[in-house]
């Protein structure tokens, strides 16, 4: 069982790169090295340190892949040991590239290069051929999805959703579903909570306000998902971390607003990440400009990180995961509700794109002490000095 004291660290202030300096090719290689490592290593924090950055800058401040991950991608053994692994030993793992690639393609996952085919003499070229092998990472990411979504039914009719693979429409229904559940609990709560006689009832208060004076109780929202982009402001990811682990991530350390600002999304997107290190052995291997930004070329690396979320929590099921109430992912009702996004979806793009210049400052370390929810106040404290929230409290 992981204790909630494991969540108490030290938040820091994140510095992040503008859109108009975020390399997305740069992140797209960080990230899919990330993950691939992250498998054959068993876990992100076995990955040796000299191969946990991927780049090295030479005298003239150019960037290249470090020669000890080149000679790793060039030799068939990594590739084929986290095949090997991802199929659980399900007829060994290939022998060799050849082997690798007629076994992707026998299980449907298809190995382009700028609608190039990828053959064995890519992988063994030199100079590297970057993109050949980026290739090869996503159809070693997208086959460990499907194997991990496989493991759960689903209901019928989820490949008319979401215009992607059937795993990643189920990944999208397996997330709405959730948060479905998640607000449906939240307002029987809430309705319960202003029943006359019941212990939850606040009492009636002693003290008069003026009515202009008292601040409305916000309700959080909880969006539909309908693509990748409607996850950058974090809230259904953290929401979802909330109902399977309610005692490590309180509903109300959550920022579930209508409309999300930038500093919203991040203070989401670091609870999101710090869950990830703490409990899930560091499996998000995203940054966070990734997660804000999610550029089209990070899609499948972002939806496999919730495929391995999912992973964790419906076939892993660790002791700390007690989701709030059971889920029939099977069961076809309120399937529309799961899978018909609503066309004014606030939350449905990311505000991050109208920034074009530094937004926050260089890391400055937060004073350590009290508990995880004292810790996001002083966060969030934070932020409005520096003028990128409005509130300090979300909602009460």
């Not at 790169?17 to 876990?43: E, I, M």
């Not at 076939?315 to 996004?341: H, I, N, W, Y």
Request: negative net charge; charged residues 20%.
């Amino acid at each position: 069982m992981v204790d909630s004291d494991a969540m108490r660290k030290t938040f820091l202030v994140p510095e992040i790169k503008p859109l108009d300096q975020y390399d997305f090719q740069r992140a797209r290689v960080c990230a899919s090295l990330g993950w691939l490592l992250a498998k054959s290593y068993g876990n992100a924090e076995n990955v040796p340190e000299e191969l946990r950055e991927p780049f090295y800058s030479d005298q003239y401040e150019q960037e290249h892949i470090k020669p000890p991950v080149t000679r790793l991608l060039l030799s068939s053994d990594l590739y084929c040991r986290v095949c090997g692994l991802v199929l659980g030993g399900e007829g060994g793992a290939p022998r060799d590239n050849a082997a690798l690639l007629q076994l992707l393609a026998c299980r449907g996952v298809s190995l382009q290069e700028q609608d190039v085919p990828v053959t064995e003499a890519d992988l063994r070229h030199k100079p590297i051929k970057m993109g050949a092998h980026l290739a090869v990472i996503d159809g070693l990411m997208s086959l460990c999805a499907m194997e991990t979504m496989s493991a759960a039914k689903m209901p019928s009719g989820l490949e008319k959703f979401g215009g992607g693979s059937q795993w990643e429409n189920a990944v999208l229904y397996w997330v709405n579903k959730c948060n479905h559940l998640l607000r449906e609990t939240t307002e029987r709560e809430q309705l319960h909570r202003l029943q006359p006689g019941s212990e939850l009832a606040p009492a009636q208060p002693s003290i008069r306000y003026r009515k202009d004076k008292m601040l409305p109780k916000q309700t959080p929202t909880f969006p539909l998902v309908a693509s990748v982009k409607d996850l950058s402001n974090g809230c259904a990811i953290a929401a979802l971390v909330h109902f399977y682990c309610p005692s490590l991530l309180r509903l109300e350390d959550v920022c579930l607003k209508d409309t999300m600002s930038v500093a919203d999304s991040l203070y989401n997107l670091q609870l999101i990440q710090e869950f990830c290190q703490s409990c899930l052995n560091s499996c998000c291997p995203l940054a966070l400009e990734d997660l804000l930004y999610t550029p089209p070329t990070l899609k499948l690396n972002i939806m496999a990180f919730m495929a391995e979320l999912f992973g964790w929590f419906e076939v892993r099921k660790p002791d700390f995961v007690r989701p709030k109430e059971p889920v029939d992912l099977e069961d076809p009702s309120g399937l529309s509700d799961c899978t018909t996004p609503t066309s004014a979806n606030s939350n449905s793009a990311s505000p991050a794109f109208v920034f074009k210049q530094h937004f926050l400052p260089i890391s400055s370390p937060l004073s350590p002490g009290g508990g995880s929810g004292e810790r996001r106040r002083r966060l969030r404290r934070c932020w409005d000095c520096w003028g990128l929230c409005s509130h300090t409290h979300l909602y009460m």
